[in-house]
């Protein structure tokens, strides 16, 4: 897992597959502090960052445009949140999530990993199985 040291607001937008399309998953983060039931922080490594919710430093609207924010520089961050298995065989899969950075970026990254439904949440870690993976 690479820290996500100036990773600023993340909103996960939709899992889709096409052919319907069907919705799998989506957080706007649009009902306050209710995402801490949803996301579940990894307590691996007890020296993970935490997330917190905000519109960050520039936004549209206050209220519409809040997203999780790492609230730490030079940590290693470890969230996830659970939805239904699926199959999308023969259909093509859209993963689809938005990143702001309000800081320059000297050394970091960001991943967006898509586990097995067997994930143990709170042991996630960077070498936890997982069946896509993307992002820098």
């Keep these: 897992m ?3 040291s100036v990773l600023a607001p993340v ?3 939709a899992l889709l ?3 319907g399309p069907t919705q799998f998953f989506r957080e706007e983060f649009g009902d306050g502090d209710a995402w801490t039931r949803r996301w579940v922080e990894s ?3 007890p020296d993970y960052g ?3 919710l905000t519109a960050g430093k520039f936004y549209g609207d206050a209220e519409k445009d809040k997203g999780i924010q790492t609230s730490q520089d030079a ?3 470890a969230l996830s949140s659970r939805f239904e298995p699926f199959s999308n ?3 093509t899969l859209v993963v689809q999530f938005t990143v702001k950075h309000e800081q320059n970026i000297d050394c970091g990254g960001g991943y967006v990993k898509l586990f097995p439904a067997s994930l143990s949440q709170e042991d996630m870690h960077g070498d936890s199985e997982y069946n896509i993976m993307f992002g820098g």
């Design 43 to 45: 307590k691996h490594k």
């Design 50 to 52: 935490r997330f917190v």
């Design 2 to 4: 690479s820290p996500l």
């Design 17 to 19: 597959a096409a052919a």
């Design 75 to 77: 940590r290693f961050y």
């Design 11 to 13: 909103l996960f937008g």
């Design 89 to 91: 065989r023969d259909k």
